[in-house]
Nanobody, 128 residues
């Protein structure tokens, strides 16, 4: 069982930056593929970014097109933490951001169904 706790959300003006953190319980964090998703009001949960476990695919990273060049996902296995650095934020980035973990992707990292564990979410609001 893995428990995930997100932090770092808040209110920021367009063009600003935020760094989200997701800390996991347990001693096997490094073996998990990690993802960030977001859900805006009235919309489905959508993939934002993911980082593979080193053992799974050398720590490869994946991004949805709308955040490429603006967001960076990274992980610190010694701290059981995955980060999402968000720069050049836009009002359309406003959503609840969720961290997710999975021991082994079978399909695409962008599919929420691939992930076994989810955090409670942290609100990100970008004002225009």
């Amino acid at each position: 069982q893995v428990q995930l706790v997100e932090s770092g959300g808040g209110l920021v003006q367009a063009g600003g930056s935020l760094r989200l953190s997701c800390t996991a319980s347990g001693r096997t964090f490094g073996r998990y593929n990690m993802g960030w998703f977001r859900q805006a009001p009235g919309k489905e949960r959508e993939f934002v970014a993911a980082v593979a476990a080193i053992s799974w695919n050398g720590g490869s990273t994946y991004y949805t097109d709308s955040v490429k060049g603006r967001f960076t996902i990274s992980r610190d296995n010694a701290k059981n933490t995955v980060y999402l650095q968000m720069n050049s934020l836009k009002p359309e980035d406003t959503a609840v951001y969720y961290c997710a973990a999975d021991p082994s992707w079978v399909g695409a990292p962008k599919d929420p169904a691939e992930y076994d564990y989810w955090g409670q979410g942290t609100q990100v609001t970008v004002s225009s």
